[in-house]
């Protein structure tokens, strides 16, 4: 028995909404890639996203979740009619939402009306995904875990997953798959201060293309030092973050102290600088948290994923591990969130459950999300 769904993602860089449509075959499942696509958020959409998760009104935010819903939706059609699929054919839309205040294990909020989605789609949809693991007392974070071992683990060997949007986070599947073993977390930063500070520079670009500044510019090594002392990097697992610690105010500060040790300083090294911290918290949250003789492949996604330079950089930083592109190995690389957030919709809706509580720390295995009908 094969079923179709759509799963759709909206991460922390606020680049726009990925859609992808996927085919599920059996009980395990094996799961098909049949069509991605990312909307882009146009330039007041992003402006309106970045009001409500720096301090938008009440106003703003109901605002937002259904002006969401609708664009969720656009997306959910867009790729309806790429792929020339029916709703009807499709099971449900499985809709992570876009994430407006992360801060485990209190609250994690996404917006993106799910009655929106329904109505325009006319299909069931699974929202909501974090709030119940951060009720069962978990981060709520991260929940690509279990499709990371199920899906994509490699067969008797260690892999480690690593995403990197605007936060980077990791998965690291033991060589037996065993869901208690597994170790998954936020690194820190992936691209978002990179982005911020980009922006700062030139407001009409929204990243460093294929890493061109970052290569120009020479980072601020000590200023990477120092910046890695933070407490988040000495926290030990599970841990997760988003753009209260580390978004604009934070890229910001970077700017800042690496003006402040250097006054040359130019552009170019702040993005350097940038680049290498996401790099190092990566490289430093390895050595620290994962069991270093047995990193085995590091098969990198996400939008970081494009950007050679840090590609490169990643190489170097970690001696001795393969680095791999998802890409390269499954399906494309930024379609694997919307892809695993379909799977978690597919868990819910056969009841069951969907986070791994050893990577949220959640007191127990839950069913994730909610179910609107139809
Ligand atoms: N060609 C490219 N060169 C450099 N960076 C890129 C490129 N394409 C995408 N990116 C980066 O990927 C980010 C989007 O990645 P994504 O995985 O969608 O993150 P998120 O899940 O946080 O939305 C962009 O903001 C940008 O930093
Ligand atoms: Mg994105």
Not at 16 to 40: Q, S, Y
Not at 104 to 130: K, T
Not at 273 to 283: F, G, H, K, M, Y
Not at 345 to 353: D, E, K, P, S
């Amino acid at each position: 028995m094969s079923q179709l769904a759509i799963g759709l993602m909206s991460g922390t860089s606020l680049d726009g909404v990925d859609a992808a449509l996927v085919r599920f075959t059996g009980d395990r499942p094996d799961v098909e890639l049949v069509g991605f696509l990312t909307v882009p958020y146009d330039a007041e959409d992003e402006a309106r996203i970045r009001e409500v998760t720096t301090g938008g009104t009440t106003r703003d935010c109901a605002l937002l979740h259904v002006e969401l819903g609708r664009l969720f939706a656009a997306a959910a059609a867009a790729l309806l009619e790429r792929t020339h699929t029916r709703a009807r054919d499709v099971a449900f839309v499985a809709s992570h939402g876009q994430t407006v205040w992360h801060e485990p294990p209190r609250a994690s909020l996404q917006l993106g009306d799910p009655a929106v989605v329904a109505e325009r789609i006319g299909v069931p949809v699974v929202s909501d995904f974090r709030s119940r693991d951060v009720a069962a007392g978990g981060q709520g974070a991260p929940l690509v875990p279990l499709a990371d071992a199920v899906l994509f683990a490699a067969d008797g060997r260690p892999r480690t997953l690593l995403n990197i949007g605007g936060i980077a986070n990791v998965t690291w599947v033991p060589r037996d798959g065993d869901l208690d073993g597994v170790i998954a977390f936020d690194t820190g930063p992936g691209v978002a201060v990179v982005d911020a500070v980009v922006r700062s520079c030139d407001r009409d670009v929204r990243f460093d293309r294929d890493g061109a500044r970052a290569a120009r510019g020479t980072a601020d090594r000590t200023v990477v030092q120092r910046l890695l002392q933070a407490p988040y990097f000495d926290r030990r697992p599970p841990k997760s973050t988003g753009r209260e610690r580390f978004g604009d105010a934070y890229a910001a500060d970077l700017a800042r102290v690496v003006r402040a040790s250097r006054t040359q300083a130019s552009d170019d090294d702040i993005v350097a600088t940038a680049l290498a911290l996401t790099i190092e918290s990566i490289a430093d949250q390895f050595r620290r948290w994962l069991p270093s003789d047995e990193i085995g492949q590091v098969v990198i996604s996400g939008g970081g994923a494009r950007n050679p330079t840090l590609v490169d950089a990643l190489r170097d930083a970690l001696p001795g591990c393969t680095v791999t592109l998802f890409s390269d190995l499954f399906f494309d690389g930024d379609a694997k969130e919307a892809v695993s957030f379909a799977f978690l919709g597919w868990l819910t809706m056969r009841g069951r459950v969907g986070n791994v509580p050893a990577a949220t720390g959640a007191a127990g295995r839950r069913v994730l999300g909610r179910i609107t009908p139809a």
